[in-house]
């Protein structure tokens, strides 16, 4: 009896410390970006322990790409509206929205940082390392769980497409053909990402056959 | 008389203070990245003064870029092969060894950070602001000038071949087909981006008419 209280208070407690922590690492980033995201910030603004961070997620690049995967699945479920053209259209506008949202390119930006930070402490600045554990950084794309995680929901859309008879495509066609344009225009501050331009892509990815 | 050897001098003097610069700034970005980039620590490997780099280039993301444009239009000069597909294949190989160099992604993670620091520097901390005279930052892309240079020399390319009686395209469109989908599986580590890969992003832009 006494366990189960403890293991409820501690589902809750992890839960809560979560939030917290979650809710600072987004409130750093959008007003700092990723340069005033540090253990020690966090720590700060959540109220949890440093050394509860370090345990939890290792590194601050673990921490970011874990806030950003909640955020993406929780603002951006995959859709699923019985056509394959509808479907990435659906996603095309959801991934410009999310990064066009006020910190939303941060994240993006906070994201295609991480495995550098990483590449780099680890290759030159071994004795600097921000991991509790030596173990994750040792080569190892820290962003490689969050891209695999949302290329796997990402190919069940295109498998269900596949099986309805429309055309197989691979998730990575995705990538190349819808959501690095639109990165790539909102980054560099080109513009013109509106539903028109998203038609576009779209039916440009459906137009020649894959490989 | 005194006049020209004094201009001279300066043109001399300016070049040097140029080529010192950019080398500093290219030897701190591959050693720790776009956080190492900083107005003192280039000057400390430059040899020059602040004052000097402030007045010359007013932030550090200005300075960035000018370096940035510098190494690509030295090292990838826009193709003229006669052909539109081979100059498109040789622009697309260009890009992915650019990125594929040592320092290369740590140069083009810089790019897509330079108008996100202005921005924030502007918004949320002009006290802060890095620049000597504040008009710069004011709101105005840094990126800008970078992106309209590269993209009227790729435009030139482009306009080269519509007269020779090859589908015409715009430059943006070079972007969203080729650059982005190359810069975006060298930003997360997808890999792939070989010739086979590149002739398949050419013959895809290639194959739909652009509207």
Same mark, same amino acid.
């Given at each position: 009896?006494?366990?189960?209280?403890?293991?409820?208070?501690?589902?809750?407690?992890?839960?809560?410390?979560?939030?917290?922590?979650?809710?600072?690492?987004?409130?750093?980033?959008?007003?700092?970006?990723?340069?005033?995201?540090?253990?020690?910030?966090?720590?700060?603004?959540?109220?949890?322990?440093?050394?509860?961070?370090?345990?939890?997620?290792?590194?601050?690049?673990?921490?970011?790409?874990?806030?950003?995967?909640?955020?993406?699945?929780?603002?951006?479920?995959?859709?699923?509206?019985?056509?394959?053209?509808?479907?990435?259209?659906?996603? &095309?506008?959801?991934?410009?929205?999310?990064?066009?949202?006020?910190?939303?390119?941060? @994240?993006?930006?906070?994201?295609?940082?991480? &495995?550098?930070?990483?590449?780099?402490?680890?290759?030159?600045?071994?004795?600097?390392?921000?991991?509790?554990?030596?173990?994750?950084?040792?080569?190892?794309?820290?962003?490689?769980? @969050? $891209?695999?995680?949302?290329?796997?929901?990402?190919?069940?859309?295109?498998?269900?497409?596949?099986?309805?008879?429309?055309?197989?495509?691979?998730?990575?066609?995705?990538?190349?053909?819808?959501?690095?344009?639109?990165? $790539?225009?909102?980054?560099?501050?080109?513009?013109?990402?509106?539903?028109?331009?998203?038609?576009?892509?779209?039916?440009?990815?459906?137009?020649?056959?894959?490989?």
């Amino acid at each position: 009896m006494q366990g189960r209280g403890a293991n409820r208070r501690t589902g809750g407690r992890s839960a809560r410390v979560r939030a917290a922590v979650h809710q600072a690492v987004t409130e750093l980033l959008s007003e700092e970006g990723v340069e005033g995201v540090t253990v020690a910030e966090v720590a700060a603004r959540s109220g949890v322990h440093p050394t509860s961070l370090y345990r939890r997620w290792g590194t601050v690049e673990a921490l970011v790409l874990d806030v950003a995967v909640s955020r993406v699945s929780a603002q951006s479920p995959i859709p699923d509206t019985g056509s394959l053209r509808n479907d990435l259209f659906s996603y &095309a506008s959801q991934a410009a929205a999310d990064v066009g949202r006020p910190d939303g390119l941060a @994240f993006l930006r906070a994201v295609l940082t991480a &495995a550098d930070s990483a590449n780099s402490t680890a290759a030159d600045n071994a004795s600097h390392a921000t991991t509790a554990s030596g173990a994750a950084t040792d080569s190892a794309d820290p962003r490689l769980p @969050f $891209l695999a995680a949302r290329g796997a929901q990402l190919q069940t859309m295109l498998d269900r497409a596949a099986e309805r008879g429309e055309p197989p495509l691979d998730y990575t066609d995705v990538l190349d053909g819808i959501l690095a344009p639109i990165y $790539l225009r909102l980054l560099f501050g080109i513009g013109g990402v509106d539903d028109a331009y998203l038609t576009r892509l779209v039916d440009h990815l459906l137009t020649v056959p894959v490989c």
